[in-house]
């Protein structure tokens, strides 16, 4: 059996500004467990990034948590003050983000900012946080760690920043790591290293990786399971192998059809019409409901919740799902 | 290059753009990035040609020299079989009108002071395409090229959405009609479903205009969709030129067969081999010796490290820059 280790429930993260509540995260259910990857998926604005900010409590300003709960082994988060999750983070929940310059200082040697982290959750010397910090240069495979060590940012290459930001990360043993684009930034070949090694990692050191992307290739290429987020809810979730066998969602259908496919010939693509609404717009119904192909009146009247089918092996958020998968499958539907 | 009935409207030869290095001490040897070191290739007009490769492999310095906006430290560029360096200044502002460039990010391209009438206004009489009492209908019809409602004429920049203002960019750059237009990543910047319709959107206005496109992506996928013939660089050398076809189903380069068995491929049945390659890209200031590939190929010998591959034909439309182009499989 699996054993949870993250649990979101119901989690809405508003922006209550003048010109009205943005909701930006609306109403997400999740779980996360231990040992596993977990992708989530959207194009930009769809709530991904908020989402995991709001996991380690660092939603920016006039944004705010306003219902649900996020459980990390049964411990609610959302509750903590703000010297407990300063314990949390780095210690159980690391994150990394996109553009490696941007979480490095780039006037401290990595070693040093690798051993200063090290440092601020576990109390050792300096000395064993010396060691420790080559350690896990050596571990995220930079060549001479002792000589790269002694190194500033902007000395390293752009894939080598991204290796010492996750060896940072990891260098407490975080239960989950929270990875929001880590890949986005760099070139191809420098992201199938960098996959390979969070992969290899993960399974070295049993953590769990919450990988946020907009790349539906990376979500298949690392991911066990994936949510597929539309204007702040998740429309779709299932194993990745059944989300790339069969999409569900028409707006899962959509973005797979987007994507120029490298190993056929396509004379023209099929986008989907329209863009993502904003999180200002209010909706009585469905939020994909204007940009969908299948769209009735219910769609526009109703919103539809995430329904679970086949022994909740995934779930989805459409009234019409059964039509977009060509009538099979209908399983024994139950509320989520 | 293979000789078709067709003359190529653009032909670069031996283009090398090298740009000084600050000195670190008094006394050292003068030294140069090498962006871009002798490239020749040539485009058809009516064709989309692609220029892939990663940072810093030379292919935005490449489009700039194309464009003018860097005059290239040797090798000429000919646009219509007239050098570009050579233009008068009338000459050159008529090649101004007939290449147009459109930009990754296009927020940034576009004055955010001005409306999108101004900014088309500016355009046109700059290049004085066409009478005054003409350029209104003239911006009407723009608007529907790209698929625009009218009222966007009067709206400022910020009002638009990315791929709206992608939109606009490419509207902006049609204003002055344009025979060439680089597109230097212009959709890189776009999510998927917007990505799509600009596509289809720039391939549907090549139809309609005969338009040639100048295509410089880091995006095998996209460009695999858009071009007819692929340049592949790496560190400022050309690797490999094909057409599309020819490049996806047997790349004859060790780095082209990475760079495509690198690419996540949205589907989970798809089972590829995987070409390893370790390591970062050298840097361009002190180039390897031999072939550049060679400390991150695995195929490389000594040979390879001694000896730079010339850029040679092995079959009339593909060339390609490998000792063992023809004895490597993959």
Known sequence: MKETLLEIEGLKTHFITKKGTGRVVDGIDLTVYKGETLGIVGESGCGKSMTSLSILQLVPEPGKIVAGSIKLNGDDLVTKTEKQMQAIRGNHISMIFQEPMTSLNPVITVGEQIAETIRAHQPISRKEARIKSIEMLRLVGIPSPEERAKQEPYQLSGGMRQRVVIAMALACNPELLIADEPTTALDVTIQSQIIKLMKDLQKELNMAVLFITHDLGVVAESCDRVAVMYAGEIVEKSTTEELFRKPKHPYTKGLLDSIPKINEVQEELTPMKGSIPSPFTEHSGCKFADRCPLATDICFEQHPSLVAYENDSYQVRCFHYNESTSGKDVGHAKQS | ?330
């Open chain 2, 1 to 330: 290059m293979p000789s078709k009935a067709k003359t190529p409207i653009l032909e670069v030869t031996h283009l090398k753009q090298y740009f000084p290095v600050k000195k670190e001490r008094i006394l050292e040897a003068k030294r140069y990035v090498q962006a871009v070191d002798d490239v020749s290739f040539s485009v058809e007009p009516g064709t989309t040609v692609s220029i892939v490769g990663e940072s810093g492999c030379g292919k935005s310095t490449t489009g700039r020299a194309i464009l003018r906006l860097d005059d290239p430290t040797s090798g000429t560029i000919e646009y219509n079989g007239q050098d570009i360096a050579k233009l008068s200044k009338k000459e050159l502002k008529a090649f101004r009108g007939d290449i147009q460039v459109i930009f990754q990010d296009p927020f940034a391209s576009l004055n955010p002071r001005r409306t999108i009438r101004q900014m088309l206004n500016e355009a046109m009489s700059i290049q004085n395409v066409m009478d005054k009492t003409k350029r209104e209908d003239r911006m009407l019809e723009l608007m529907d090229l790209v698929g625009l409602p009218y009222d966007s004429l009067e709206r400022l920049p910020h009002e638009f959405s990315g791929g709206q203002r992608q939109r606009l960019g490419i509207a902006r750059a049609l204003a002055v009609n344009p025979k060439l237009i680089v597109c230097d990543e212009a959709v890189s910047a776009l999510d998927v479903s917007v990505q799509a319709q600009v596509l289809n959107l720039m391939k549907k206005l090549q139809k309609e205009l005969n338009l040639t496109y100048l295509f410089i992506s880091h995006d095998l996928s996209v460009v695999k969709h858009i071009s007819n013939r692929i340049i592949v660089m790496y560190l400022g050398k050309i690797v490999e030129i094909a057409d599309n076809e020819d490049l996806f189903q047997s790349p004859r380069h060790p780095y082209t067969q990475a760079l495509l068995s690198a690419i996540p491929i949205p589907d989970v049945n798809v089972k590829r081999t995987q070409i390893d390659i370790t390591g970062d890209v050298p840097s361009p200031i002190n180039p390897p010796k031999g072939c550049r590939f060679h400390t991150r190929c695995p195929f490389a010998t000594e040979h390879c490290r001694t000896v730079e591959p010339e850029l040679r034909t092995i079959n009339n439309t593909h060339q390609v820059s490998c000792h063992y182009a023809e004895t490597l499989s993959f």
